[in-house]
């Protein structure tokens, strides 16, 4: 594949995850009138430009020369869309890209200049200019007129100016930014975070580079969030905060118990007298209000009643039932009956709780007083050079809980996510584990010869705490709202300083968000007693299976991981074709290619070579897909295995790449999920029967608040020319949130796969004996190799599509009787016109396999801006060439 521009990827990616969402909610509070600024920017280095802030946001001073500028963005971003570097996420185009440690940070220091149209409002009407972020630090002139006294200082600290008196009377108004880089960019010498100083501000540590990412040039300089102008009248309400209590133990369905509201707000009076009027919540058609007098220049807190809200519907994390979001809003109503202000948000009744398991050693999660079993995934960040779209959130965090997993840790080396990403979280019923700006590895919690200074100096980073704090106590209100969120915790494997931990703790906390718990740091004995050395998360790499299940690791695991290579389609994305050349390994070393190097390749051992010896970067890929299903569903199985008896959470390192790497994660950066997404969702279905690779038995594991009653467990045992062998059934009861050992099968199956190695395939059935669970394990021989696999005869496999709305695609595979197994089918959506995937789509399932004399049906949703003519349908397995097919009407 060539090397298509960044910019026109992510361009036509975006269009095509935007077809996919037909009815994308947003929760997070709108005002009554705002607008963005997310277009038609221009920029300048400031080498470039001698004159004054003052004089740029003139209207009349001559932007001609300036070049276009990409706002919300990064400079880097801004220099690819303008062809000035190549793309730095394929092969080694990054390092063709000047350093700022090399070129100091003059060089990455930029203008940006935005024209905008606003009226002066009438009367006492207000106008609002509002940053979300930006990195690091700016000066702001609007119209001639500087805004900040003093330099504005922190990537995640929130600005908000009242323009009024400044806009001109013409509407025709200009707005000038200068953006300097971090004061301490950090060398990229190779170390988690380069040599650690870019830890000294307050802002993300990962643009030093990490061992799953390569730095970023710039260190992600520019204004990277959100700019609104928002119009209001007298008053402003900001920082709305609405808690919900639900008091007991609660069932997702049926008639509920009162949940508890309490509504709060911030309301802002510019004028230089009073203003009297009532601040009015509303939910579900119930009002509550307060009337209110508000000071000359203040801003004062108004807390409404708490009030009860009848037979709520309620949220839930993923699996446990349905997210409700109630859809809400905070109205200032000044003395002349006239809306001031209103913020709009959507909220999700629920109430987390924590308790400290004293089997287990460990915290123990619930949600609306029922214990989950916590399932989750690490995520860095949506896109390493900060290009964040309402789409490409809702599809990551829809693979996530495709994936059937409850919980999101959010990484302490990037930042507070967005409330877009909280917004699907929400959407998708994602539980969040929020870490704060801090990480072990940059804060001194080792020895590290790649630092610049000590432990004891690294340990007081960041310079400024008071900055910290601010930033902090801001970005808490900024999604404290959202149902999603669960923790908040400290830092990663290590707590900030004391002098930010106590306040964050012990004042912040309980005054902003007093109802989530606050774990110090990610691995923490407040959240998993570590009682077995070393650093209280991991293993890391390729396991044995059998370390899944037998290994004690920690209770509460905040980081454990495996491989996640994708297939050959994602590799030729951002690899050039000559440097798609197979990973060498033998005598317990290994050898690979420069650029799958410098993309953090991380190493599969010997686990490809049971299944035969590998021809070449194709054939390494497509097995490795068999290695990452594997791995996956039996980390999952593993834990599970152990459920409230060892373990009481899990969280994968890691489910998500913002850059092109080549290890852990569940889909790669272009949302093109591999194998490893549906070995994981496989594992953690609802209600799954697993085989223990070491004991031999067979478990069934319940992952819901139901009792399970009038189940058969079914084990069949199916050889390389599909002869079947029903094993045994019996009939089971599960009961809620629980797993339990049925059968000892080891003998049984370790002699039907002695020879060539079996298929094992565990079944649960209804009482209405309608298939609920399959679960097919491909098991190897006695020498521990695949060797029937590696003669199995051609599939037989009958294909059919049908199309069941736009962009909307049921695909059955039908295996006769006495044929083989359809072995590991990967369905894909393809172009007509060049066969390469359409991205991103959601199936059902995939990697799937077909028992003889059965069929299975996959759903597959794609972007529906694709006619049915411009599309064919993918679909290839182990014992099957590719097939590409028409869609069926």
Known sequence: MKNKSLPSLLKKLSKQIACLLFAVSTFQAHSQNAFELNSGWKCAPIRDVKNTGETISAPAFNLNNWKNAVVPGTVLTTLLNNHQV???????????????????????????????????????????????????????????????????????????YNITKYLNKSGDNRLAVIVYPPDNVGNPNGGQGGDGRIAKGVGIQYTAGWDWIQPMRDRNTGIWDKVTIETTGSVNIVNPHVVTLVPGVRKPEGPQQPAIIQAAAELQNPLNKAVSGTLVFTINNVKVSKKV?????????????????????LWWPNGYGEHYLYPSQFQ??????????????????????????????????????????????????????????????????????????????????????????????????????????????????????????????????????????????????????????????????????????????????????????????????????????????????IQPLSTFWETHTYPFNSEIGSVGVGDYESLKRFIPEQNLVVPQYANGRGKVDSVWDYHKYIGYDASIEPYGKVKDAEDFANKAQLVNYDQYRGLIEGFSSHMWDWYTGVIIWKTQNPWTALRGQMYDYYLDPNACLYGLRNASEPLHAQYNPVTGMVSVVNNTFDTKRDLMLIVRATDMNGRDSL???????????????????????????????????????????????????????????????????????????????????????????NAPVAFFNRLSIVNADNHQRLLPTFYSDNYISVLPGSQKSVVIEYPSSQSSSQVLLSVSGWNLKEQLLKIGE
């Open 86 to 160: 190549p793309d730095p996420f394929y092969g080694m185009n990054n390092e063709r890209i000047k350093d700022i440690y090399v070129t100091g940070r003059d060089y990455y220091t930029y203008w940006f200049v935005k024209d905008f149209k606003v009226t002066v409002p009438a009367a006492d009407g207000q106008v609002y200019l509002n940053f979300r972020g930006i990195n690091y630090s700016c000066n702001v002139f609007l119209n001639g007129h500087r805004l900040n006294s003093k330099v504005h200082a922190g990537m995640f600290l929130r600005q908000s």
């Open 727 to 817: 094993l045994t059934q019996i009939f089971v009861e599960a009961a809620p949130s629980s797993m339990k050992n049925f059968l000892p099968m080891k003998a049984a199956v370790d002699k039907f796969a002695k020879e060539e190695g079996v298929f094992l395939t565990l079944q649960i059935k209804d009482v209405n004996q309608k298939l609920i669970s399959e679960n097919i394990y491909w098991l190897p021989d006695e020498q521990g190799n695949y060797s029937g696999l590696k003669k199995m005869p051609a599939s037989a496999v009958k294909i059919t599509s049908k199309r069941i709305a736009p962009g909307k695609v049921e695909v059955t595979l039908t295996n006769p009787k």
């Open 293 to 313: 007098t508000l000071q000359p220049a203040s801003t004062t807190e108004v807390k409404l009643s708490d009030f009860m809200l009848n037979n709520p519907k």
């Open 332 to 541: 200032f109503i000044t003395a002349d009956n006239k809306v001031s202000d209103q913020e709009k948000l959507n909220v999700g009744v629920r109430e987390i709780q924590h308790t400290f398991n004293t089997h287990t050693n460990s915290q123990q999660i619930a949600v609306n007083g029922q214990k989950i079993f916590i399932k989750g995934g690490n995520w860095i960040i949506s896109d390493a050079m900060l290009r964040f779209t309402d789409a490409r959130y809702d599809a990551e965090v829809r693979f996530h809980r495709d994936m059937n997993l409850n919980l999101i840790r959010v990484w302490g080396g990037a930042l507070i996510e967005r409330p877009e990403f909280y917004n699907a979280c929400d959407k998708y019923g994602m539980l969040v584990f929020q870490d704060f700006w801090i990480s072990g590895d940059a804060n001194g919690k080792w020895l590290d010869p790649y630092k610049a200074e000590d432990q004891w100096t690294r340990r007081k980073y960041p310079d400024d705490h008071q900055l910290f704090l601010k930033s902090a106590a801001d970005g808490i209100k900024l999604v404290r709202n959202h149902a999603s969120l669960a923790i908040w915790c400290g830092g990663n494997e290590i707590t900030p300083p004391e002098d930010i931990l106590v306040p964050l703790r012990d004042s912040i906390m309980p005054k902003l968000d007093g109802t989530r718990w606050f774990v110090d740091y990610s691995n923490s004995d407040k959240m998993s007693v570590n009682t077995l050395g070393g650093n209280g998360d991991g293993p890391y790499g």
